[in-house]
């Protein structure tokens, strides 16, 4: 059975304080690795991928990615409270239908 | 920006009736997902579609459900004899490029079984 864990939280942070959220996963296969938002009630929104060991930037948001570990991470620098959502992470095994294997998602409040 | 769209947003329906949820994947997509989450827990993965065929299926997706591309535009889901455990939210989803492609997901349609 292939699984993506996370911390359910939920994780509290600050406003302006960096938010890092983390994912194991336990195929050794999988490629690619997705990082999205889903507010309460609203379907998920793609907010980063990753392919490659190392980090990825795109604005406030930095996924890390550790193959060897099978781990990903995602920081979020300068919390806002409109960054309080649950944050899943997903992962492509490559299979050649791309399905995506979600994580149980962790909920993110930023405190004003 | 091109979306994903789902049709109804929302649907009650009395366990045993037939549902179908409707879905118009982005123009230049080629493969093609349903996937549902009950009230609290993960996204769960359906079927995969591509080239006019299912190319993956989970365990969930039994005999009780079906997808077909009836037109080049519209992407559906059939239930067909739904149970009180088949409500949740259903998102359609779908992606250019498949295997190392990004999902984007339709805003979903919330089944309720009475």
């Known amino acids: 059975q292939k699984e993506v864990e996370q911390n359910s939280g939920p994780l509290s942070v600050p406003e302006g304080a960096i938010a890092s959220l983390n994912c194991t996963y336990s195929?050794?296969?999988?490629?690619?690795f997705f990082w999205y938002r889903q507010y309460s009630g609203k379907s998920p929104e793609l907010i980063m991928f990753?392919?490659?060991?190392g980090d990825k930037e795109d604005g406030r948001f930095t996924a890390q990615l550790n193959k060897a570990s099978q781990y990903v991470s995602l920081l979020i620098r300068d919390s806002q409270p409109s960054d309080s959502a649950t944050y899943l992470c997903?992962?492509?095994?490559?299979?050649?239908?791309?399905?995506?294997?979600f994580g149980q998602g962790t909920e993110l409040s930023v405190k004003p | 920006e091109p979306e994903v769209t789902q049709t109804p947003s929302h649907q009650v329906t009395q366990m045993g009736q037939e549902v179908i949820l409707r879905c118009v994947p982005i123009?230049?997509?080629?493969?093609f997902y349903w996937y549902r989450q009950i009230l609290g827990q993960k996204v769960e993965f359906l079927v995969s579609f591509y080239n006019n065929e299912i190319s993956e299926k989970s365990e969930i997706f039994d005999d009780q459900f079906s997808v077909e591309r009836p037109d080049g535009s519209n992407f559906t889901l059939k239930i067909r004899s739904t149970k009180l455990e088949d409500s949740a939210m259903y998102f359609c989803?779908?992606?250019?490029?498949?295997?190392?492609?990004?999902?984007?997901f339709g805003e979903g349609s919330r089944l309720t079984v009475l």
């Open positions: 997903a992962v492509n095994i490559g299979n050649q239908g791309g399905k995506l294997i």
């Open positions: 989803a779908s992606s250019e490029l498949g295997v190392a492609g990004e999902l984007f």
């Open positions: 990753i392919y490659s060991n």
């Open positions: 123009s230049n997509h080629l493969y």
């Open positions: 195929d050794r296969g999988s490629q690619s």
